[in-house]
């Protein structure tokens, strides 16, 4: 079955460690896109990519780095640089600015 | 640049309707909106061109105002399965981004 997957579900990380949330789509999509969740905030966007080998801003790409090297994957990085890491993240894809389907997201907790 | 959302949140009873509404700054292509139940992944509902088109999706339909950036999310004859947080998503004509507002809690009870 088509679609996109992310993994893992939960993911505990330390403070100063770096992390990779992973981000696969067989739906042959060209675009994907990063976003982070908070309560009361709605989804921001972290980082997109419409190619391969190609990947804008969001708005708040501080403190995350991402690579595009394959059509179908998208990791996330987020660095120690990010100062409050802890939070919902959903990855997405499209074709071109059409209907985006998103994974089941990633909880990501600072312990 | 987040498009505003309005209300913050809508309590109803089933059968009640409900018009969520999505404010944008900025000339838009495209407006998208999405249900998300808690702890899982937004669902898409539809999209609107810019043109000023009113789609419909059984008894959820929307409406896009291109000149004025703004899109509504009309809810009508509610029903359970409606609760969620709705969400609407917009592609500026200057860029590819789709970016996203804050969302609308809607809670609908028996």
């Known amino acids: 079955d088509g679609g996109i997957t992310q993994s893992p579900k939960y993911l505990f990380r330390k403070e100063g460690q770096n992390v990779t949330l992973s981000c696969e789509q067989n739906l042959n999509h060209d675009a994907m896109y990063w976003y982070r969740q908070d309560p009361g905030q709605g989804l921001r966007l972290i980082y997109y990519s419409q190619i391969v080998n190609d990947f804008q801003k969001g708005d708040i790409a501080e403190g995350y780095s991402v690579s595009r090297e394959k059509k179908e994957s998208f990791p996330l990085t987020v660095t120690s640089a990010q100062k409050n890491p802890t939070a919902f993240y959903l990855c997405?894809?499209?074709?071109?600015?059409?209907?985006?389907?998103f994974g089941q997201g990633t909880r990501l907790t600072v312990v | 640049q987040q498009p505003v959302q309005s209300p913050q949140a809508v309590i109803l009873r089933e059968g009640e309707d409900a018009v969520i509404n999505c404010s944008s700054s900025?000339?838009?292509?495209?407006v998208h909106w999405y249900r998300q139940k808690h702890g899982e992944a937004p669902v898409f509902l539809m999209i609107?061109?810019?043109?000023?088109e009113q789609k419909g999706h059984e008894k959820i339909s929307a409406s896009f105002n291109e000149k004025k950036q703004q899109s509504s999310l009309y809810l009508t004859a509610s029903q359970l399965s409606y609760s969620g947080t709705y969400f609407c998503?917009?592609?500026?004509?200057?860029?590819?981004?789709?970016?996203f507002g804050t969302g609308t809690r809607l809670q609908v009870f028996p």
């Open positions: 900025k000339a838009l292509y495209s």
């Open positions: 998503g917009t592609v500026p004509t200057d860029t590819d981004k789709l970016i």
């Open positions: 609107l061109l810019k043109g000023g």
């Open positions: 997405a894809s499209s074709m071109a600015v059409t209907e985006a389907f």
